[in-house]
C-alpha cells in the first residue's frame, strides 16, 4: 500500500463531496486494510484477512495534502483502525505533534481500552464508529461478533466521557433475535446513549458466513435477485432471505424505532437515529 501515490484531489470535484467532522468539512483517507475478524453479516471478509498497516509518515503525507487544500478534518475509512497498538501510538504521534485536525475513525469495541481512547482523544479523534450490534451476548455469540454487551456499553461511555461524539451501528433481526434480546439491545442503547444511531437488519451478502453457511443460521431460502441486496435497510427480512424468526422483523424493527422515539433519539427518513446532537 506504501507504493500508492498520495491521490490527486485536485482532480476531483470536491464540491460534490460533503464530509464532515463536527463542524469542520473532511476528506476521506485509508491507512489499514483488511480483517481478520469473522463477524458473520460482514462484507469485510472479501478483503486480506491480514491487516496492511501503511507507514505513518506515508499516511501524514496524505493528511498534509488534504490539510494544504483547506481542509481541517479526514474521515479515516478503515475498518479496523485500532488493532496494532504500537503502529497507532506512531501515527497519533505525528498526528499530534504535526497537525490540529479533527478526524473520525472507526473501532471495534473491544478495542477502545481506556489508554487507546486517551491517545485517539489527544490526537484530534472527535468521533468514532463502532460496530455494536446488539445488547444480547446471545445475539453477539450468533453473529460471530467476538465481543460482549458490557464491552460496547463501557466502550461507548468510555468514549462519551472523553469527549468523543459515538456513532454505533445495530443490526435488528439477526436470525435467532427475538424479544427478549431486542429489548437488550433497546436497554443497553437506553442506557449507554450513543450519540448517533443506526439500525440495519442483516443482508446475506456473498462471501459472508450468512451467505456461505446458511444452515448454521437456520436460512432456507435467499433472494438470488442481488438488486434485493442493498446497505440501505430493509426493515422486512421477508424480501432477502427467510429463518425462523424473519417474519417477525419488521414488527421488531418498528417496535424499537417507536421506543426510541419516545426516549428522545431522533428518527430521520434514511432510518438513522440520533439522540439530537449535530454532526
Ligand atoms: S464487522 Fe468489523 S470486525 Fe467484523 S469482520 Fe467486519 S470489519 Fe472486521
Known amino acids: 500500500m506504501d507504493r500508492l501515490p498520495t491521490p490527486n484531489y485536485r482532480l476531483v470535484d470536491l464540491t460534490k463531496y460533503h464530509l464532515t467532522v463536527g463542524d469542520r468539512k473532511a476528506l476521506p483517507i485509508a491507512a489499514v486494510r483488511g480483517c481478520p475478524y469473522e463477524c458473520a453479516f460482514c462484507p469485510s471478509i472479501y478483503r486480506s484477512k491480514v491487516p496492511h498497516y501503511r507507514d505513518p509518515e506515508d499516511v501524514a503525507l496524505d493528511i498534509e495534502c488534504i490539510v494544504n487544500m483547506g481542509y481541517s478534518a479526514v474521515r479515516i475509512l478503515d475498518d479496523l483502525f485500532i ?99 431486542l429489548r437488550e439491545t433497546f436497554e443497553l442503547i437506553r442506557e449507554s446513549s450513543p450519540d448517533e444511531l443506526h439500525l ?5 451478502y456473498p462471501g459472508t458466513d450468512l451467505y456461505n453457511n446458511p444452515q448454521r443460521y437456520g436460512i432456507t431460502w435467499m433472494s438470488p435477485n442481488f438488486n434485493d441486496y442493498s446497505l440501505n435497510i430493509r426493515m422486512d427480512q421477508r424480501w432477502i432471505l427467510t429463518h425462523p424468526t424473519s417474519d417477525n422483523t419488521q414488527e421488531m424493527y418498528s417496535w424499537i424505532v417507536a421506543k426510541l422515539s419516545r426516549e428522545g433519539f431522533k428518527c430521520s427518513t434514511d432510518q438513522s437515529f440520533t439522540t439530537g446532537t449535530t454532526l
Not at 440495519?200 to 446475506?204: A, G, L, S
Request: aromatic share 8%.
Open 83 to 181: 488493532s496494532n497498538e504500537p503502529w497507532l501510538e506512531e501515527l497519533c504521534r505525528i498526528l499530534r505533534s504535526r497537525f490540529r485536525i479533527w478526524y473520525r475513525c472507526c473501532a471495534r469495541v473491544d478495542t477502545l481500552k481506556e489508554s487507546v481512547v486517551q491517545l485517539l482523544v489527544e490526537s484530534g479523534c472527535r468521533e468514532v464508529l463502532v460496530g455494536a450490534e446488539s445488547g444480547s451476548d446471545v445475539m453477539l455469540r450468533a453473529m460471530r461478533k467476538g465481543q460482549s454487551a458490557i464491552e460496547v456499553k463501557q466502550a461507548i461511555r468510555r468514549c462519551k466521557d472523553a469527549g468523543i461524539k459515538v456513532i454505533a451501528y445495530f443490526l435488528v433481526g439477526f436470525p435467532g433475535e427475538t424479544w427478549e434480546t
Open 200 to 204: 440495519h437488519t442483516p443482508v446475506p
